[in-house]
């Protein structure tokens, strides 16, 4: 089932309604382009929506959709007596193999593709585990969007466990000054933040979090000079990094943090939590040695299925477990290049391909320059993320027009706006004329005139 909500209460009643129903939850941001809805309505055979009435026209044109509107069953519930309500629990035949919900996510084909997690893989993350203690009286702070998995942590961590879940609002968490005071108003204990999120609350507010008793952060590499500096002014009862793809279920591995030193340069992402296995392995899928690097698998009971109606990736992805005795145990290719540390803790430190991580959103560069090939005023483009401050990532585009036409940054922009979410347009398109690459290029053509291939080479 679809779910079109704004991050609220509703957000949290439209998916435990689903699940009880006996579904699986699809969410669907209201803020990404129509286009975009579309196409995740009509890959994840999407037969019934759950929504909000206000967020509901994109949908309209779906004739066989089935809509829900959750303000009118609110209504309904409202006018129904007590002794018209039915108490019995709802009978359905899910198990923990059954699926929980779809997230979907970039895809290095041009097209996003979708995550199918089950019942075990949520359970595993946030009941019996390693990393955390949920207690009662804790309160959880839901700040992440229902289509990123870091709520599956926020909202089931809460259910599951019978602690409070608090809403925090979207503009109260973009100003880390007023985010701040509501953890402080909200008497907040746990909470999870992307690691960009956490450096602007770090850098302006370091004593935000000291009333805590957990604050866990990751999605990208970490400052230590910030992490430093809340452990200094203001540090929580436990600081984790996490480190964890949405195929794995929002959390794979963690590091308590307790000092940094100045000469700190990278945090561990740590050891794997409960219930699930971990192996750094060469091209040969052969063990690799402390302190060598390789490519991270992830196994155990937090894997996703694999990604629906995608059987080749999957099966490219996810491949059968060389060291379980189960046929049917599967290990997912991360695609993070990393190595033991000589404490047995894992130390993150390059992708191999071309996904990256910006503000902790996860992004296939290949999935912007697929959209913009398709533009008819292009002949060539290019996609890069440049860092030209420490911290400050940014997605750049680089492109080619094509011969008789004149291209505008402007265009290319609204462009991608009508295909991409908006943090997967680039803050910068430029002409490959101011490329810094050409002028490498250019500057090596001219010292070394004699070059055979200069000919070929179009500067």
Known sequence: MGLCVERSLAMVVGMVAILKAGGAYVPLDPAYPPERLAFMVQDAQISVLVGQANLLTPFLEHKALQIVVLETGSESLASTTASQENLNNLVTVTTPESLAYIIYTSGSTGKPKGVTVPHRAVNRLVCNTNYIDFQMG??????????????????????????????????????????????????????????????????????????????????????????????????????????????????????????????????????????????????????????????LYVGGDGLAQGYFQRAEVTAECFIPDPFSDNPLARLYRTGDWVRYRSDGDIEFLERIDHQVKIRGFRIELGEIEAVLSQHPDLKESTVIVREDRPGDKRLVVYYVPQATQQVTPERLRHSLAAKLPDYMVPGFLLPWSVCPLRRMARSIVERYPALPSTQAIAL
């Open 138 to 295: 804790d309160r959880i702070a839901q700040v992440s969007n229902a289509s990123f998995d870091a709520a599956t942590f926020e909202v089931w961590g809460a259910l599951l466990n019978g602690v409070q879940l608090v809403g925090i609002d979207r503009e109260v968490s973009l100003s880390p000054q007023s985010f701040a005071e509501a953890l402080k108003t909200q008497q907040i204990t746990i909470l999870f933040l992307t690691t960009a999120l956490f450096n602007q609350i770090a850098n302006q507010v370091p004593d935000a979090f000291k009333a805590m008793r957990y604050l866990l952060f990751g999605g990208e590499i970490s400052n230590p000079t910030l992490v430093k500096r809340v452990l200094e002014q203001g540090a929580p009862q436990a600081l984790l990094h996490v480190y964890g793809p949405t195929e794995n279920t929002a959390f794979t591995t963690w590091y308590p943090i307790q000092t940094v030193t100045d000469s700190t340069t990278n945090l561990p992402i740590g050891k794997p939590i409960a219930n699930t296995q971990v192996y750094i392995l060469d091209e040969q899928l052969q063990l690799t040695p402390m302190g060598i690097p390789g490519e």
